[in-house]
């Protein structure tokens, strides 16, 4: 029989009368794999750098098919080992969780299923898949096997985000009444802002109002219509599109309503891309675009929505907001959901940005295509789980 020197230690106290104080066993590291693709969706926003703060996680691998991308991103994260397949890096590596880091969402569904298979927990980019069909799948492998996966829903996890909606339940605005998201309006406007973009603004829509009901949309294409000749692939793999404008409503509960719009425009680069509460004692506007990675978020107290300078109406900060810094941009952005995850898969419950709340996001993504493609105002949950500009 042998005995461990902590052992001997703790024997030698009891035999001279001592007292032995039990020693807090440190958690074992989770062991990560990161799946990237250089040439096709590359790394999200540097998912594979979301870990580097912590001390209770491992780089194990990191599969890339592009081996200078896989040699370059391995040694920033400082992955222990690489792999050009990411079946082989997850049969060898066995990882407790797996960051699925390309932006497109051609593999993503694959991705999430080859996880699931080996019982790895996961953190993944948005937008979560290409259409309904494709996130029911990955949803139900992953909670066959009870596990916690979250996606970069980076936006709604930070802490003046929070904070708003925290205050706006509170009825810092009275009741809410009307909710304008409105997309980035760069290159991409139409479809595939709402795709890439949208998906954040959807999510925070549901902050704010629960569950949409329904969705009246239409598109357009050069100022005219879009019809289904216009379908076509967005520029990168994230499935087919449709207009260059897009304009939406969402009913909600209580009469709420929640319009979105993208708009072709030759104006300089805005700062629109957010969200604005209409409550019936004033607006929460939130932009992110603020500082970088940090939303500006101001409130206007006043019923009629207008500054007024002889009553003292203007806009202000948010009430007692906590200040984000960010010192570490790749990790200190993801740090709420990578450290929500992490307490989810101690704690056995499921994160706050699940892959659950990705899905309702793209719902509605879809919900505004299909309604644009049949003419006519759509029910949410929607029957037809396949894309809308495919069938």
Not at 78 to 104: I, N
Request: charged letters at 25%.
């Amino acid at each position: 029989m042998s005995i461990s020197r902590r052992g001997f230690l703790g024997a030698a106290a009891l035999a001279a009368g001592g007292t032995v104080f039990a020693q807090a066993v440190p958690e074992k590291k989770l062991r990560i794999c990161i799946i990237g693709d250089t040439k096709l969706g590359g790394y999200g926003h540097d998912q594979h750098l979301a870990w580097e703060l912590r001390d209770d996680v491992e780089i194990v691998g990191l599969s890339d098919p592009d081996e200078g991308g896989r040699v370059k991103r391995a040694a920033e994260c400082h992955a222990q080992r690489t792999y050009a397949d990411y079946r082989d890096m997850l049969e060898k590596e066995r990882p407790d969780l797996v960051t699925v880091a390309p932006r497109c969402t051609i593999h993503h569904k694959e991705y999430v299923l080859a996880a699931a298979a080996c019982g790895a927990h996961g953190f993944i980019e948005k937008p979560l898949a290409t259409e309904l069909a494709e996130a029911d799948e990955m949803i139900a492998a992953v909670e066959a096997k009870k596990l916690k996966w979250a996606i970069a829903f980076n936006w709604h996890r930070t802490a003046e985000v929070l904070h708003a909606i925290k205050m706006v339940r509170e009825g810092l605005v009275g009741q809410v009444m009307e909710l304008r998201a409105r997309g980035k309006e760069d290159h991409r406007s139409g479809g595939e802002d709402m795709v890439v973009l949208g998906a954040h603004l959807f999510d925070l829509m549901r902050c704010f109002s629960g569950v949409p009901r329904w969705c009246q949309a239409t598109a357009l294409a050069n100022g005219r219509p879009a019809t289904r000749e216009d379908i076509h692939e967005a520029t990168e793999p994230l499935g087919p599109i449709i207009g260059d404008t897009i304009q939406a409503v969402f009913g909600f509960d209580n009469g709420v309503t929640g319009s979105y719009s993208t708009v072709k425009n030759s104006g300089e680069k805005g700062n629109r891309w957010g969200i604005d509460v209409y409550g019936t004692t004033g607006v929460v506007s939130i932009r992110m675009e603020g500082a970088p990675f940090v939303p500006l978020i101001r409130v206007l107290r006043g019923p009629a929505w207008l500054p007024d300078a002889e009553k003292g109406i203007g806009w202000e900060p948010l009430p007692n907001a906590p200040v984000t810094t960010i010192v570490h941009p790749s990790a200190d952005r993801y740090a709420p959901i990578t450290g929500d995850l992490i307490a989810a898969i101690r704690e056995g419950r499921a994160p706050a940005a699940s892959l659950q709340e990705g899905r309702a996001s793209l719902e509605m993504v879809s919900a505004v295509f299909a309604s644009h493609i049949s003419g006519k105002r759509v029910t949410l949950p929607l029957e037809e789980r396949q894309h809308p500009l495919r069938a």
